[in-house]
């Protein structure tokens, strides 16, 4: 795999999984192939393309080290890993097995992806580690508000302890989430991000109902509302992190920002 990205925060409801299932299919549309892999239990990411599985497959591939159980989805460029429920009764095996098991079945897991987007859980056990361990960049999806901070400081501590078993690991990006810009507090904690990542807080996400209700028709909101301000706020981020893993320099991005504000 060409790069591995995993979205983690330990709080939950953050917009994790809504992120990695935009992002991916916002790379898609791009031209670029991507493979979408659900380390969660609840398969959110899953049943957001429209996929439900109960996990079977990729607990067999996980307990075997072999490749990824991989299905097509109805998105353009985005093939899935789905999981589901038997994932969560397997975690004491899984547990006792180390943190490169997900590293070992991706290494066995081929196909022509331009890069892979791993949903994580909102904890730090044997799902969480092990997407930590088979990634190179970490995005940080953050609400803003101040328990958001919070659970981001924590986040941090936990990266940094990460990295001693895996010393490539770097947070890439701090994507603020379900942003209202109309509360005092918003721009306060926008503030704060931007005093502890510097260069690394991505354009936000807007609080909007077309993102909210895109899951529950299997769709990321690209198909199901590609006017809305949700699917401009995806492309627009997924823009900005393309350029920051390719290394580019932001110009771009920004000329593109200021023409979608002028629309
Ligand atoms: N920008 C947004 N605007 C409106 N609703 C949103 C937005 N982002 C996420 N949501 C909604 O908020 C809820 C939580 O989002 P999501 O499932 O992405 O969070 P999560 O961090 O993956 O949660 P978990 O920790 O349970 O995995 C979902 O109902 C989702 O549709
Ligand atoms: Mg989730």
């Keep these: ?72 989805t109805g998105v353009p460029g985005l093939d899935l890993v789905p999981s589901g429920m038997a994932l969560a009764n397997a975690g004491m095996w899984l547990q006792e097995n180390g943190n490169d098991i997900l590293t070992r079945c991706l290494e066995q897991t081929h196909g022509d992806w331009d890069l892979a987007i791993i949903d994580c859980p909102p904890s730090l056990g044997f799902h969480t580690m092990n997407s930590l361990m088979a990634s190179k960049h970490v995005v940080v999806p953050v609400e803003t508000s101040f328990l958001g901070l919070n659970g981001l400081k924590q986040m941090v501590g936990a990266i940094e302890t990460f990295k001693l078993q895996n010393p490539d690991i770097a947070i890439e990006a701090i994507i603020p989430c379900r942003a209202q810009r109309r509360r005092r507090i918003h721009w306060d904690i926008m503030d704060t991000l931007k005093e502890m990542f510097p260069g690394k807080v991505s354009p936000i996400i807007r609080e909007n109902v077309s993102l909210a209700e895109a899951p529950g028709r299997g769709k990321p909101v690209i198909l199901t509302d590609r006017l809305s301000k949700g699917a401009d706020d995806y492309r627009l981020v997924t823009l900005w992190l393309d350029d920051r893993i390719n290394g580019m320099e932001y110009s771009a991005v920004n000329q593109v920002r200021q023409l979608l504000s002028a629309i």
Excluded: F, H, Y
């Design 1 to 72: 795999m060409k790069r591995v990205l995993a979205v983690v925060n330990l709080k939950g409801g953050v917009g994790k999984t809504t992120t990695a299932v935009n992002l991916a299919a916002c790379w898609g549309e791009t031209g670029k192939k991507v493979l979408l892999v659900d380390m969660d239990p609840q398969g959110s990411a899953s049943i957001s393309v429209g996929v439900m599985n109960e996990g079977n497959e990729l607990l067999d591939a996980l307990q075997r080290g072999a490749a990824l159980p991989i299905v097509s």
